[in-house]
């Protein structure tokens, strides 16, 4: 799987571990920076692996700061992305399998990163099932293109 990963200075120390995991699963992992403990401002960062995913260069995306709200809120600005705050294993699940998440949100402040393992894993691990779940994404894209028409 191709996935792209981006975080803060707050997230860094976790983006490292979770992407050194995801390697060794033999996953594709396409780091978007930041490659420090400098602050710097997060939107960008999360903004850059939400393009990454809408445009197909990457399956999913993985976003990382210190609550990984802010990281979240920036990465669904991206027009198509579907950015979810993942805290647990059940929080993950459901992002993937009702939401069709394509972008995990985490916060280095409040995971272990034994933990925050786990959560990546099982959003990997799930798809979307489809169904009545359907209906809802199709209501989001049109509120999506509502807008983006004004």
Do not use: W
């Not at 445009?55 to 700061?65: E, F, Q």
């Not at 399998?97 to 894993?121: F, K, M, Q, S, T």
Request: glycine residues 10%; hydrophobic residues 40%.
């Amino acid at each position: 799987m191709r996935i792209a990963i981006g975080s803060d200075h707050a997230g860094f120390a976790l983006k490292s571990v979770v992407a050194e995991h995801l390697r060794d699963l033999g996953h594709h992992v396409e780091d978007l920076g930041t490659h420090s403990t400098e602050p710097v401002d997060y939107p960008v960062y999360c903004s850059a692996v939400a393009r990454k995913v809408v445009k197909g260069a990457a399956d999913l995306g993985i976003v990382i700061g210190g609550s990984g709200q802010g990281e979240q809120i920036s990465a669904n600005k991206v027009r198509g992305a579907r950015a979810a705050l993942c805290p647990d294993e059940y929080t993950a699940r459901l992002a993937r399998l009702h939401n069709d998440a394509n972008v995990c949100a985490l916060g280095a402040r409040v995971l272990a990163p034994e933990y925050a393992l786990a959560i990546v894993d099982t959003f990997l691990s799930e798809s979307f099932e489809g169904g009545r779940h359907v209906a809802r994404l199709e209501e989001i894209r049109a509120i999506e293109d509502e807008e983006a028409a004004k």
